[in-house]
């Protein structure tokens, strides 16, 4: 089969033709199977082709596709907005549904902004993000992000976000240093951020409960975001939490900010809300700031066509309702723990393994050239595609990532299986990682 006319990832090659999935595997069209061991970007959260959510959104297609928000509301829209309210942190009222992750962070600028303008304080325009950090790849969210070399060339284009430092206790805690010093060592950088860039000026931070794609899940040290909350609410600033790729149950609660004992104003989620059967995102946003906008203008001045899209959310309904229903969250601690004493144990005295991390089912590891002295290895050897290459290679998906941090590369590989997938692989699995596959794979990522 020839795809000389999608335009893919790589403009080098074309990756294998995906035609089937089933519960943890996904079918390429040589009957090949490929255990999802990283939810392809921790996307499928219920596996591949869940009969519940197919079902679902078959229901939703006989009754009614698509209406647009104008003009309509849908049940499914309201019932999916009642779920994800009534499970979210305290004073969260309402969800703004989008189509994907990058769409909830830019949703999530601007109503930050109106709100602001709302509430007659126009002068607040400066977000704060972290250098460690993915927001998504439109032109504000990759903005907000510190990824060097996602954002290189694009610089140009890019509003201003002040970026300060990432907490990566594996490599910027120092020796003596207590979670506690290094906690508020970042607080204190966070508040001279705010304070040189003028007060009354800022209007949000941002950043992810559990970074995911720049470095591959990992947590911040305890007391961590109570300090940054605390910060923000000196400087009324908001605090929006990215869990895009964290939230809805990966990490063992719905929204991973929960275990941080803190409450943003604003947070962002996709992957996991509709698991990837269909591309929907929403931000969450406390009442005072809806409210806000419907004493005020009465208006968000912002949408999408797509916004609320009947199936995407008969999807997103489906699939909460199953990770509520089978006890998911529970799950996920108990098979997180696991997961963690496996890969403990299989790969903790690898020499070139340097850090084991995550929580629940979102484990990083990062892969060093030194384990004493933590170096990272040569960048041009692209050792995370090669990762992925070889695995992809043996059937198994895992999410590599190679980034640029405050000047230093690293690469990280990302495993986020389902919370609970049903069904068993019913194809066959080919372990000899064949010469004609490899060679698909080869400029990969
Ligand atoms: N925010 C975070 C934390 C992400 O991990 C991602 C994607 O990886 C995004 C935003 C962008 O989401 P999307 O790719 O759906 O636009």
Not at 75 to 94: N, T
Not at 359 to 385: C, K, Y
Request: glycine share 12%.
């Amino acid at each position: 089969m020839s795809h000389t006319h999608v335009l893919h990832r790589s403009l080098r090659q074309t990756p294998p033709v995906a035609v089937r999935g089933q519960g943890v595997w996904v079918y390429d069209s040589t009957g090949r199977a490929y255990l999802d061991g990283s939810g392809g970007a921790a996307v499928s959260c219920l596996g591949h082709n869940h009969p519940d959510i197919q079902a679902a959104m078959h229901a939703q297609i006989d009754a009614l596709s698509y209406a647009h928000t104008s003009f309509f509301t849908t049940e499914v829209a309201e019932r999916l907005a009642d779920r994800l309210v009534a499970d979210a942190p305290a004073g969260i009222s309402h969800a703004y549904f989008v189509s994907g992750g990058s769409e909830a962070v830019e949703a999530a600028l601007k109503m930050a902004r109106q709100y602001f303008v709302e509430i007659g304080q126009p002068e607040r325009r400066h977000i704060v993000a972290r250098r460690q950090s993915y927001h998504g790849n439109t032109l504000g969210a990759l903005a907000v992000g510190g990824n060097a070399w996602r954002r290189a060339q694009f610089a140009p284009l890019l509003i201003e976000v002040e970026h300060v430092s990432p907490c990566y206790a594996y490599r910027d805690q120092r020796d003596g240093e207590s979670a506690e010093q290094y906690g508020e060592r970042l607080a204190q950088e966070l508040e001279q951020t705010f304070e040189r860039l003028g007060p009354g000026t800022v209007m949000a931070f941002v950043a992810e409960p559990v970074v995911g794609a720049t470095a591959g899940a990992v947590t911040a040290v305890p007391g961590y975001f109570r300090r940054m909350r605390e910060v923000c609410d000196r400087h009324g600033v908001l605090l929006i939490a990215d869990e895009v790729m964290c939230g809805m149950g990966r990490t063992g609660t719905l929204y991973a900010i929960e275990q941080e004992g803190v409450t943003p104003d604003l947070i962002t989620i996709a992957k996991g809300l509709g698991g990837g059967y269909q591309p929907i995102g929403a931000v969450m946003a406390q009442r005072r700031i809806v409210e806000a906008m419907q004493q005020g203008s009465g208006f968000f001045q912002h949408g999408h066509t797509y916004l609320g899209h009947a199936v995407a959310c008969a999807a997103s309904l489906a699939v909460q309702d199953v990770i509520r229903r089978d006890g998911l969250l529970a799950r996920v601690r108990e098979q997180g723990a696991g997961l963690r004493e496996r890969l403990e144990r299989a790969l903790g005295g690898h020499p070139q393994v340097g850090d084991i991390r995550g929580r629940g089912l979102f484990m990083g590891i990062e892969l060093v050239q030194d384990r004493a002295t933590r170096q990272t290895f040569d960048p041009a050897l692209s050792l995370h595609a090669r990762v992925k290459r070889e695995a992809m290679a043996r059937g198994l998906m895992v999410y590599p990532m190679g980034g640029t941090i405050d000047g230093r590369q690293g690469d990280h590989v990302l495993l986020a299986p389902p919370l609970h997938h049903h069904g068993r692989r019913t194809g066959p699995i080919d372990r000899t990682p064949g010469r004609r596959h490899r060679r698909r794979h080869r400029a990969d990522a």
